[in-house]
């Protein structure tokens, strides 16, 4: 009834993302993003869809990931791939084609809400985890591993955030 409540957008978008999970529907999630992205049309300064809609990035691309390693160790029995291994050419240059600009646009709605939002954890530990898929992206061995520290300096840095908010006194 209202196209500009910010609650009702939300919620519509909160629940296409539930849905979105179980049976796994790709649309869904997408369907699930336009709502953060009209959220942030009206709101620019609020951090939060910034953060959902790194999140559905993020999902899609982990799952693609996931997919494209299970394919590969199925196809290839005696030369398996574990996560914490580079793809094999052929996939890697599929995954880059077909998820790089997904994990390009994570990456940047992430740091988007952590620049609104400068101790916001979850934005930073989703971004760790978009700068290990981008690793799975790249072709040079330098690359990956820059990638893969700055992904583990996050986690770093979000450890840091979590503690100094367990020590900070209770607000009444």
Do not use: C
């Amino acid at each position: 009834m209202d196209p500009k409540n910010l609650s009702a957008i939300d919620g519509i978008g909160s629940i296409l993302y539930s849905m979105a999970a179980t049976p796994f529907t790709p649309a869904k999630f997408e369907e699930s993003k336009s709502y953060h992205l009209k959220h942030i049309a009206q709101k620019p300064d609020d951090p939060e869809p910034y953060y959902w809609v790194g999140v559905i990035d993020w999902t899609l691309a982990f799952r693609a990931n996931s997919d494209i390693r299970a394919a590969y160790n199925n196809n290839n029995p005696r030369k398996q791939v574990h996560d914490d291994q580079p793809l094999p050419t052929k996939e890697r240059e599929e995954y880059a084609a077909k998820y790089g600009d997904t994990v390009e646009d994570g990456i940047k709605q992430l740091q988007k809400a952590i620049e609104l939002r400068p101790d916001y954890e979850d934005a930073m530990a989703y971004l760790n985890l978009l700068y290990r898929r981008k690793a799975d992206q790249v072709a040079s061995p330098q690359e990956r591993e820059a990638l893969l520290k700055e992904a583990d300096e996050l986690v770093e840095k979000v450890k840091e955030i979590r503690q100094k908010k367990s020590e900070a006194p209770a607000r009444s």
